[in-house]
């Protein structure tokens, strides 16, 4: 089955920038939707960004809308988030994850990485 490692993740100062990526492996990722997610302890996990899998129509969570672009490249099978003007309430882990559909309101993924720490100082 598909593995995802997320890597690019670091301390960063509030207004700063850094670039996510999700290499996969195993299998192609082609033919999903793929996205992002973060997690914070003590909190849900919470959907952050997708494309689908023609990369046409992407959609992003509010608050992070005209921050963060996410991409991705089949060729190489990664998908990359950059985040630019990260805000302190963006730390999070990241975690990259296949084949996401939105059932009843709700995004879920069927394969997930391990994340990525993503901390914004203030």
């Known amino acids: 089955q598909v593995q995802l490692v997320e890597s690019g993740g670091g301390l960063v100062q509030a207004g700063g920038s850094l670039r996510l990526s999700c290499a996969a492996s195993?299998?192609?990722?082609?033919?999903?939707?793929m996205g992002w997610f973060r997690q914070t302890p003590g909190k849900e996990r919470e959907f952050v960004a997708i494309?689908?899998?023609?990369?046409?129509?992407?959609s992003y969570t509010d608050s992070v809308k005209g921050r963060f672009t996410i991409s991705r490249d089949n060729a190489k099978n990664t998908v990359t988030l950059q985040m630019n003007s990260l805000k302190p309430e963006d730390t999070a882990v990241y975690l990259c994850?296949?084949?996401?559909?939105?059932?009843?309101?709700?995004?879920?993924?069927?394969?997930w990485g391990q994340g990525t720490q993503v901390t914004v100082s203030s």
């Open positions: 994850a296949t084949n996401l559909r939105r059932i009843r309101g709700v995004y879920g993924a069927e394969t």
């Open positions: 195993g299998r192609s990722i082609r033919d999903y939707a």
């Open positions: 494309i689908p899998w023609d990369g046409v129509s992407t």
